[in-house]
């Protein structure tokens, strides 16, 4: 019998591109790779089922998980991870200096359930900020009309607006419409310098790093899934991705520590990694079930407060099987 040939969707990251050009093998599997962004690759998978195995976005998998709908079965290869502090943005000359002043304002998002929006809310959540204390407003980032992935309900006492026909949240901010935006993504406007649109947290790196040593949790973004079917007629397969997807983020791991010449276009390379080894330990950005418990836990608990999964799921449900146990020697 011949290799499985499968597509499979994921990011251009350092941690992939040895399963996109061949450095790393997956175990009986003759892959088809694309490297596209998170945005297409949610929205095909989701709405077309158009990978055989594709990177998702961990809250939209949640949402059709627990409704029983889910077309893909996830495996705990963490192929995005992310502290959010930095993507509360705000207008500088509206008296926004902490979160508490974000009570009563208007909000742009994207889209109510992406991940970085929920694990945001969460923090908000801490400083005393609850979802319902702010009226969102919903709409395209730089393109009028966005819709939501996926339907999703909302809390009753969540107030989401939408943005004016043809309008934009870049525009809407810019033009003061809006008091702030959060997503994933920045704005032109910020990447553009507008002098009234800034960060609410002026030093991300210090709120995020005071908040893991609080919490213990560095955020995950984006699961790996096969579609059902697939998983259900070869269930090696789970277990052979993340063999491949370990391997391939060994090598990126070992590549970034070689300061030789570094291997991303940034400097300080070396400090920041000894940073983020202090804070987090030796092993910064792990895979798998065990030793995550705690963040996934903590998303799946802020999921379901939020009014978007259904029921609130367990850890212990929303993995492929195989994923649980591994051998050892």
């Keep these: 019998m011949g290799k499985l040939r499968l597509s499979i969707a994921m990011g251009d990251y350092d941690r992939t591109r040895p399963i996109h050009d061949g450095r790393v093998q997956i ?8 490297l596209l962004s998170p945005e297409e690759m ?3 998978a989701f709405r077309h089922e158009a990978f055989d195995i594709s990177e998702l976005s961990f809250s939209s998998y949640c949402v059709r998980h627990s409704k029983g709908e889910s077309p893909y079965v996830a495996v705990p290869v963490f192929l995005s991870r992310a502290f959010r502090h930095s993507s509360v943005y705000i207008r500088t000359d509206r008296g926004i200096d902490a979160p508490a002043d974000l009570k009563g304002r208007r909000i742009g998002i994207a889209e109510w359930q992406l991940t970085a929006n929920v694990w945001v809310r969460g923090i908000l959540e801490d ?3 609850k979802q319902s204390d702010i009226t969102w407003v919903r709409g395209g980032m730089h393109t ?3 819709p939501e992935k ?3 309900n909302v809390p009753d006492d969540v107030t989401i607006e939408a943005a004016p026909d043809g309008a934009t949240l870049d525009g809407m901010l810019r033009a003061g419409d809006i008091d702030g ?3 994933p993504r920045s704005l032109r406007c910020f990447d553009e310098g507008h002098p009234n649109v800034g960060r609410l947290f ?3 790196f210090k709120a995020a790093s005071e908040h893991f040593e609080r919490t213990g949790v560095f955020p995950i973004m984006h699961l790996l899934g096969i579609k059902k079917a697939i998983a259900e007629e070869n269930p090696w397969l789970p277990g052979a991705l993340l063999k491949a997807f370990s391997q391939a983020k060994a090598m990126a791991e070992t590549a970034l520590q070689d300061t030789s010449a570094t291997k991303v276009t940034m400097p300080f390379v070396e400090d920041t990694l000894a940073a983020a080894r202090r804070l987090i330990g030796p092993q910064i950005w792990t895979y798998g079930v065990p030793g995550n418990e705690k963040v996934l836990d903590a998303f799946l608990d802020l999921h379901h407060r939020q009014g978007l999964s259904e029921r609130r799921l367990a850890v212990e449900e929303i ?3 195989a994923a649980y146990e591994a051998y050892s020697l």
Excluded: K, L
């Design 27 to 34: 175990d009986g599997v003759e892959p088809v790779t694309m």
């Design 42 to 44: 949610f929205f095909r």
């Design 127 to 129: 400083y005393g900020v």
């Design 144 to 146: 009028a009309g966005r």
């Design 150 to 152: 996926i339907p999703v």
């Design 181 to 183: 935006f959060i997503g």
């Design 202 to 204: 002026h030093d991300g």
């Design 319 to 321: 993995f492929h099987p």
